[in-house]
Each structure stands twice: as structure tokens, then as C-alpha cells.
């Protein structure tokens, strides 16, 4: 407990004061908060003498503040007013009937809304949100209801069912690809035009690791395009801006309808996956369950293996 509220007794008195203050009267504050009116005079002495102050000049059918007691109501008044406001936001987002789903740029353009009219058909009555974030957000803190996750299925505050597995591959435009007639080997990369995604907070695989994997070691990679979202990566892919990295389950509806080419005999499968998380801390909605459910099948892994 606070220091300071360790001297007061209970911090239920502050509540009885700041009743008895705004009605002005002892026995109208036990009316309101269902008390006998000799137990909120006790309340308000006990308050008092812990304080050392006199609160209140009582009268025969009213009391009033005394200007010590003004300056306590003043800041007990503020304090409950922003108690209150907390509560009715998180009695608000335990109450919503939205589901919230935060993802990725590119997962949310190139995965998901391609499937939305699937999921609309199963369920017509789920309310989803779809959530962009650089970074990966406190599902509690922020009410989300669900959450796309890059990693090992191991975090401490989540439930992971995996999705995908974390499969990279190089793609480029059908005209760029036609273009590379001399791209015989993974080597023969270094010197076509990479475009680089460099998050700032999100840690992600670099072409130089990739090529690292692929045993070519000490690559002297070309400058390129330098971009900050996956989003964009791929849209300049796509645009004939170069060679970008695919991760498979984003870029397959993009390679199937002719948008992209892929060398995908030079997968990387890095060993994590991509994973829909929600909260180990409150319980999930019925209708983020149903999204929950969807999600997982029509991903790669239909039963979360």
C-alpha cells in the first residue's frame, strides 16, 4: 500500500468523506452508500484523527467543509472521477462484442483480406477489426482480442497456436525474373537489385543471413531498395523494383495470380513460425474464438500442429 494511504486506515473513508462532502450531510452519505449514518460519523473521526485535521464543522442537519477538508475533497473528487473513467474503459472492453486482430501490414493486406469473404460466409455475425502495428503490442493493455507473432510459440503471457512456419524464398516480378537469364545459382543474386526490409523495431532475417545459410559466405550485397514495411517490400517487388524476400504464406496468392515469380528450390526454412496468439490472462470471447478457429483453419496447419 501506499505510504501515504497506510495512514488513513482504509481507503474506504476517503470514499465515505468525499460522499458526505458533495451531500453536505452525514445521514444522506449513509443513505447513498447503504451504511448506518453512526458508522460514516465513526469513518469521518477515524479520518480526522488520522489526519490530525478537522474536516468538517458540523451542524444540527448539515455540515460543512472546513478549508483543510475543501483542499482533501478537491483531490479525493479528482482522484475518484479518474478511478471511475478507468473502470467504465475496461468494463468497456471486457463488454465489447468487436473482435480486434493485430497484425502485420502485409499479413492483414496479403493474407487476410483475401480470406475475409470465407470467414464473413462462416460467420456473418463476428465483428472484426484489423489492427496494424510496427510492433507487438500488450494484448492485455491494449483490449486486442487476437494477435499475429513471429517466433518460437513461447511467450509468457500468450496462447500460440502456429499457422505457418517461417518458410523465405526470392521473388520478383515475372519481367525482373525474365530478365535474370544468368540467375543460375544463388550466388548469381549478389548482383541483381535487392530491395531490403529493415523494420525499426520488429527483428527480421536479412538477405545476408539468407545467403549465409545457403553457404554463401561473405556476400558483398549490393546497395538497394531500403523500405521499413513488408507492405511496401512486396508492392515494390511487384512494381519491378527488384528481388525481394517471399515469405511463403504471404506471397503465394501473389505468385498464383502471376504477380510475382519465386525460386522456391532456394527456400529457407529459418526453424520459427508464425503463430495467432490471445491472452493468457482474461478469457477469450466467443466471437475471437470463432475468428481464433478460422484462422487456424484455413492456415498451413488446420489442426496447430
Not at 63 to 79: H, I, K, P, W, Y
Not at 144 to 170: F, K, M, Q, V
Not at 205 to 223: D, G, K, L, T
Not at 230 to 244: R, T
Request: neutral net charge; hydrophobic residues 40%.
Amino acid at each position: 500500500m501506499r505510504k501515504s494511504l497506510s495512514h488513513i486506515h482504509s481507503p474506504r473513508n476517503l470514499v465515505i468523506f468525499e460522499t458526505a462532502a458533495r451531500l453536505g450531510s452525514f445521514t444522506k452519505a449513509a443513505e447513498s452508500l447503504h451504511m448506518q449514518q453512526p458508522s460514516v460519523s465513526a469513518a469521518i473521526k477515524q479520518l480526522e484523527e488520522a489526519l490530525g485535521v478537522q474536516l468538517f464543522y458540523r451542524g444540527h442537519r448539515k455540515v460543512d467543509l472546513t478549508s483543510a477538508g475543501e483542499r482533501l475533497f478537491s483531490g479525493v473528487t479528482r482522484g475518484l472521477n479518474e478511478i471511475e473513467a478507468s473502470i467504465n474503459a475496461v468494463r468497456q472492453i471486457g463488454q465489447s462484442t468487436h473482435v480486434t486482430l493485430n497484425a502485420s501490414s502485409a499479413f492483414s493486406y496479403y493474407w487476410m483480406i483475401p480470406k475475409m469473404a470465407d470467414l464473413h460466409a462462416r460467420h456473418p455475425d463476428v465483428d472484426l477489426r484489423l489492427q496494424s502495428s510496427d510492433r507487438e503490442p500488450d494484448l492485455d493493455a491494449e483490449g486486442i482480442s487476437l494477435g499475429i507473432r513471429l517466433g518460437n510459440g513461447n511467450w509468457a503471457d500468450c496462447h500460440a497456436t502456429l499457422i505457418a512456419e517461417e518458410i523465405i524464398y526470392p521473388v520478383a516480378s515475372p519481367q525482373v525474373m525474365a530478365a535474370a537469364y544468368n540467375l543460375h545459382g544463388i550466388a548469381d543474386l549478389l548482383d541483381k537489385r535487392l530491395i531490403h526490409l529493415e523494420e525499426p523495431v520488429r527483428q527480421r532475417p536479412s538477405w545476408a543471413q539468407w545467403f549465409s545459410y545457403h553457404n554463401v559466405r561473405h556476400a558483398e550485397i549490393q546497395a538497394g531498395l531500403r523500405l521499413n514495411d513488408y507492405a511496401l517490400v512486396l508492392q515494390a517487388a511487384v512494381s519491378g523494383e527488384g528481388f525481394a524476400f517471399g515469405w511463403d504464406h504471404v506471397v503465394r496468392n501473389l505468385v498464383t495470380r502471376g504477380l510475382l515469380e519465386a525460386r522456391k528450390e532456394w527456400s529457407w526454412n529459418t526453424g520459427n513460425g508464425f503463430y495467432v496468439v490471445w491472452s493468457k490472462n482474461r478469457p477469450l470471447s466467443a466471437q475471437a474464438a470463432k475468428v481464433r478457429d478460422w484462422i487456424v483453419s484455413v492456415s498451413d496447419f488446420p489442426h496447430g500442429q
